[in-house]
């Protein structure tokens, strides 16, 4: 062993023991999960991982922050497509969606609150693509098309992302058009009819000054519930995603990128299948068994893992998003000058059967979207390393959104939502259509800088001042049913839906930033302390405010004021025997004052639940990673995260499911649990690669294998124990060869054990107590050959 690997393991194993015995007691968030590239023979060989976590190239083990870095090669390799897959690979990712626009995307366990589908608020966990922010979740349900990497940042992000960013970010980085000639061409056949089609072509149009790269991806694939009422399967998949780029590099100094992209998905979806009873507090008679004995009914089947609904409305779900972007950089000496400017659009149209049953209860609940925005950034950025680096810039944002939604009634509604002793026709054909309209004005001046202090000491301090203009107007009217002039059948009535008609406006400013303090004690060490606070835009409610007395909307709750989220943390990032193994860890304490939710007002007699802000949430925990370089063609990695995250003060929350009675109000959900968040989340993998030989074919082969394991957790914000979702593990494999440079095949197999899992699980609307959930996908497999050029 050589002395300089013998300090290092001295110094490293000093600062993980002092970290450990001196850090908080309840805390953690853990390192970066950070891919390390395949090495040759020579340890100098071990290359770096850049990434931009800072708006600067960096090595990922010199940035002072806790990040999971996720490559293109390991994207392919894994066949992750999208999002949700990530999570199997990023432990202190969380990823929930019943629907795209109802899409929860949260970093240890904060981002947005379960069940918060509402156009009036934004997303904690900010998306960006190639440096453009995307405003709306649903871009996170969108395949990932010829990505080079996916970098994961933890903790508010609030001084160079800016605005809603307290949870962390998604900063993705797609490949740019090259100036040498590429190809890639991907095929994957599977069961279930699944086919997906990827391919790109990259290289010159005019020689060393133009360059152009075009990507493009299909898959469909049959859904994994079968409908018995129309006999079709559900829950399938039918994407495309394009996008097309320009590289324009008139001089050494300065470049110019433009990028158009459109994706489109066109689904059956999303319908969840019978996943059992929970009993309420409700009279006998106004429960499940008793209203399914009363229709004569009995779901398509009692095992929710047969995947079989009997739902006879309507249910898909399309949306398309895309936009153009430029962005330029131009290198004059001291600085370079970074411009952005971007449109995006998303349109979102749905249809659905919210009673997921073949009875007419609620036979239209659609709520569709046309969004549109544009941002434009200016940022300067020193160059190369100076006693005191700096980044500082200006950015805007502009925000449209278009909202309309109908919920229908139909001849069981009456009977199933309200009581069985009242007319049939009550509610027969009542609805309700809604129009709302929302903008946003979003304007920010931000600053970072790196004082050096020491070679092996810096202090990064950052702030970042947010000035935001939001309006917004809603107006419901309601149609139909049995015509009656007996108040009580009318208060029925409204106690589904009331019409109403309001306009709101908020303005607010806002600073957040951080400040980091790094010491690097040892080669391949890094030791760094961590404030930082971020902000969540504050919302305008757009979708129905309580009422009072007189039955009127009570406008002071049509503004919900922004999220503040203030976290530290301490970590290690380290590297051993000659950088083959890497060793991060984090600890971390969140705590985010007036967190947006759903609480409950009894103004008006009767039960409403809407948006407002609850006091206070925290999320604490530590993550681990250790991640091991190719030796001998072997390669592995394991990433561990514990996260305690709860409600600290929420007192007048809706109720769970089991505490639902006929006079139930609300109820303190203070101490328990944020849903969505297994407190232990495990993520494990190899791969080994060997020569072997074809007859006189001397090829490459290799075997691998990915693991991943979340504990229990409750897929509702009231933590119903109904809702409480077992915890499982899952196990992927494949194994290919490689018989030259430009090809490569393999077979692969999804959920190897055939685990059944729940997704998500949700009481029926009504609160009749029968039960619905998604299952997780089941084993799959299939084969996929890639040709490289």
Not at 31 to 36: D, K
Not at 320 to 330: M, R
Not at 404 to 410: A, K
Not at 542 to 557: A, K, Q
């Amino acid at each position: 062993m050589s002395a300089r690997n013998l300090r290092s393991i001295l110094a490293v194993s000093a600062a993980w023991t002092a970290l450990l015995a001196g850090g908080p007691v309840l805390a953690a968030e853990a390192g970066a999960v950070e891919e390390a590239a395949a090495a040759a023979d020579a340890p100098s060989e071990v290359d770096e991982l850049i990434v931009t976590a800072r708006r600067r190239e960096e090595n990922a083990q010199d940035v002072p922050i806790a990040l999971t870095v996720l490559g293109g090669e390991t994207l392919e390799k894994t066949g992750a497509y999208n999002v949700q897959q990530l999570v199997q690979l990023a432990p202190s990712l969380q990823f929930g969606s019943f629907n795209p626009r109802n899409t929860q995307v949260n970093i240890r366990g904060l981002g947005n609150n379960t069940g918060l589908a509402n156009d009036g608020l934004e997303a904690g966990v900010g998306i960006y693509i190639d440096q453009v922010y995307y405003s709306r979740p649903a871009a996170a349900t969108f395949d990932l098309l010829d990505i080079e990497r996916v970098e994961i940042l933890r903790g508010p992000q609030g001084t160079l992302f800016g605005k809603n960013t307290t949870a962390g970010a998604l900063n993705v980085t797609t490949r740019a058009p090259s100036f040498d000639w590429q190809a890639q061409g991907e095929l994957t056949f599977g069961d279930n009819d699944f086919i997906q089609a990827k391919g790109s072509v990259s290289g010159p149009l005019i020689a060393d000054t133009l360059a152009a790269r075009l990507s493009v991806s299909v898959t469909s694939r049959d859904g994994f519930v079968d409908n018995v009422t129309t006999g079709k399967d559900v829950n399938n998949q039918h994407n495309i995603a394009l996008r097309g780029g320009l590289l324009r590099t008139p001089t050494d100094a300065f470049n110019l990128r433009l990028t158009g992209d459109y994706n489109r998905q066109k689904t059956d979806c999303c319908l969840l299948v019978f996943a059992g009873v929970g009993a309420s507090l409700k009279p006998a008679a106004s429960q499940y068994p008793a209203l399914a004995a009363g229709k004569g009914y009995s779901p398509a089947s009692l095992d929710p893992f047969d995947r079989k609904t009997d739902a006879n409305a309507e249910a898909h779900a399309n949306q398309e998003i895309g936009g153009l972007s430029a962005v330029a950089d131009w290198d004059l000496g001291a600085v370079t000058l970074t411009t952005i400017a971007a449109w995006r659009y998303w349109s979102w149209d749905p249809a659905n059967d919210a009673d997921f049953t073949s009875l007419k209860i609620i036979e239209r609940s659609e709520n569709a979207d046309e969004q549109d925005q544009r941002s434009l950034e200016f940022r300067l950025a020193s160059n190369g390393t100076h006693t005191i680096d700096y980044v500082a810039g200006l950015y805007a944002f502009w925000q449209d959104i278009d909202a309309e939604g109908v919920s229908l009634y139909g001849s069981d509604a009456t009977y199933w939502l309200l009581s069985p002793l009242l007319p049939a026709a009550l509610v027969d054909g009542y609805r309700s259509d809604f129009v709302a309209t929302s903008t946003t004005r979003s304007y920010a001046a931000f600053g970072q800088l790196t004082w050096h202090v020491t070679d092996s000491l810096s202090v990064t301090p950052g702030l970042r001042y947010t000035y935001e203009e939001k309006e917004a107007k809603y107006a419901s009217t309601v149609s139909g049913g049995l015509a009656t002039a007996n108040p009580t059948l009318i208060a029925y009535k409204l106690a589904l839906n009331r019409p109403q008609a309001y306009t709101a406006d908020d303005s607010d400013g806002s600073f957040s930033g951080q400040i980091n303090v790094a010491w690097t004690p040892a080669d391949d060490l890094l030791v760094y302390g961590n404030w930082a606070k971020g902000y969540k835009s504050g919302g305008l409610n757009l979708s129905g405010l309580p009422v009072d007395t007189l039955g009127n909307p009570v406008l002071d709750r049509a503004v919900i004021e922004p999220e503040e989220t203030t976290t530290v943390e301490v970590g290690l990032k380290s590297q051993l025997f000659d950088r083959r193994l890497t060793a991060n860890l984090a600890i971390f304490r969140s705590v985010t004052t007036d967190y947006q939710a759903n609480v409950v007002d009894t103004a008006g007699g009767a039960l409403r639940t809407y948006l407002d802000n609850i006091n206070e949430v925290r999320s604490q925990g530590v993550e681990l990673d250790l991640r091991l370089s190719p030796i001998g063609g072997f390669s592995a990695y394991t990433s561990v995260s514990y996260t305690d995250a709860k409600y600290v003060d929420y007192e007048n929350g809706p109720c769970p499911l089991e505490l639902i009675g006929a006079a139930t109000t609300a109820c303190d959900l203070s101490g328990k649990a944020l849903p969505g968040v297994s407190k232990w989340a495990v993520s494990a993998g190899a791969q080994y690669e060997f020569p072997l030989t074809l007859g006189s074919l001397d090829a490459e082969a290799y075997v691998g294998i990915e693991t991943s394991y979340r504990s229990s957790y409750y897929s509702a914000a009231t933590d119903s124990t109904y809702s409480r979702i077992d915890g499982y593990g899952l196990v992927n494999l494949r194994a290919g060869v490689r018989p030259n440079d430009h090809l490569d095949v393999f077979v692969w197999a999804r959920n190897v054990g055939d685990e059944e899992y729940f997704q998500y699980i949700s009481a029926q609307a009504g609160n009749s107590g029968a039960l619905f959930g998604a299952p997780g996908d089941p084993r799959t497999v299939g084969v996929t050959v890639r040709a490289t050029y």
